[in-house]
């Protein structure tokens, strides 16, 4: 059974900021963001005063009459090249005819020119990019299938696809469907148990994890962990895109985006490798309500990557940095350099010949990668 708070929210929101909240039996999580000289109070962040780390920018895909939507940027390394996928439409966002896009390079710095990943969606539907998953030594990329316009609502005929990579055609051949009534937010994940975890929502923006995926590709369970409108109802969360970790401790954590004004992350907690989840609860980490994205690197600190500045919305990128995984705190800004008027969203990074390579979306139109060393990042923690 998952724990039910009955903590009124502002409430709640004071005792998850001061880590007093988890599952039964387990020991409170500290903060989530604790910066130097804040007390862990998102408000006295000083952005302006914030440690900027540079790198090497580069275009993936530029601005395309045909293709004037560039979103849901994931990368990968294999077999020598760096991959980049995105969803690609005609106009604004997920509209009919949307595909999937792909490019490579050999250094992530120049890219060849984009081909279909998907191939065109039947007539009256569209394709989401949902990253890529090396799975017993195949190479998948996963988009979400849906039919009109977005992917939420009544109708929608959502569905998770697999498409496998032939090398002998150096083409995309679909693999059929993972789940129904699905949509990711990154690649499914190994667990200690040896099955794979993905986060799901379905059209009506519930999140659950899918846990299987070992016996073949549409073999899963699934295991509720929030209920959008109980959520709404309750403590006015709205969760959206979902993102999980593990712990060094064998316990697992996921952040969740809020749509419903908070500017802050939600986070819960599994002590039993995804089986059951802890009641939503909100955290001290801002959020301009976008996509994040995090990773643990070979130096061994975490980093996440978002839009951590509520007030302005998405025209910055950070990265923050954990040591232990559960608590970030350093924060840099990105130092991307494109003009005054543009924004930056939904970051997806791999690390790869000590630097991280981060793709994004510029005003949604343009697809980007900024290359960042590690040594850099290491000094933020000196």
């Known amino acids: 059974m998952r724990c039910q708070s009955v903590i009124p929210p502002r409430s709640l929101a ?46 993936v895909c530029p601005y395309d009459e045909q293709w004037k939507f560039q979103l849901h940027n994931y990368l990968l390394h294999r077999d020598g090249l760096y991959w980049c996928q995105w ?37 009256g539907r569209a394709y989401i990019a949902r990253g890529f998953w090396e799975r017993e030594g195949e190479l998948l990329a996963l988009a979400a299938s849906y039919r ?48 794979w975890m993905v986060t799901r929502r379905d059209a009506r923006f519930n999140v659950t994890m899918l846990i299987g995926g070992v016996k073949s590709l549409s073999d899963w369970r699934v295991v509720p962990v929030v209920d959008r409108l109980k959520a709404v109802r309750t403590s006015r969360f709205s969760p959206d895109e979902p993102v999980w970790w593990p712990l060094a401790d064998g316990r697992l954590v996921a952040a969740i985006r809020d749509n419903g004004g908070s500017g802050r992350l939600y986070r819960t907690l599994s002590t039993d490798q995804g089986q059951t989840w802890s009641a939503p609860e909100i955290t001290n980490y801002p959020n301009a309500t976008s ?18 500045h509520p007030k302005i919305g998405r025209r910055e990128l950070h990265l923050a ?13 990105l130092d991307i350099p494109s003009p005054r008027a543009t924004t930056f969203q939904y970051p ?3 690390e790869h010949e000590g630097h991280l390579l981060i793709a994004f979306s510029n005003k949604k139109a343009v697809t980007e990668v900024l290359r960042v060393s590690l040594d850099d990042i290491d000094a933020l923690l000196k």
Do not use: M
């Open 148 to 195: 009109g316009k977005g992917a939420f609502g009544v109708d929608k005929d959502l569905k998770l696809v697999a498409f496998g990579w032939d090398r002998a055609s150096e083409t995309w051949k679909e693999r059929g469907v993972v789940y129904e009534n699905a949509i990711n937010n990154f690649a499914p994940q190994l667990l200690a148990s040896g099955e």
């Open 321 to 333: 940095v954990s040591r232990d995984g559960i608590t970030f705190t350093r924060l840099a800004r």
């Open 87 to 123: 969803s690609a439409g005609p106009e604004v966002e997920d509209l009919p005819t949307q595909e999937v896009r792909y490019a490579t390079s050999s250094d992530g710095l120049t890219w060849s020119k984009p081909r279909t990943l998907t191939g065109p969606p039947a007539e």
């Open 14 to 59: 004071l005792l998850a900021s001061l880590g007093c909240l988890s599952l039964a039996g387990a020991e409170p999580l500290p903060a989530l963001l604790d910066l130097p000289g804040t007390d862990g109070d998102p408000d006295q962040i000083d952005y302006a005063s914030l440690p900027v780390l540079t790198g090497r920018h580069a275009i």
């Open 291 to 308: 996509k994040l994205f995090t990773l643990l690197t070979s130096r061994g600190y975490r980093v996440l990557i978002s839009n951590a």
């Open 348 to 350: 997806h990074a791999i």
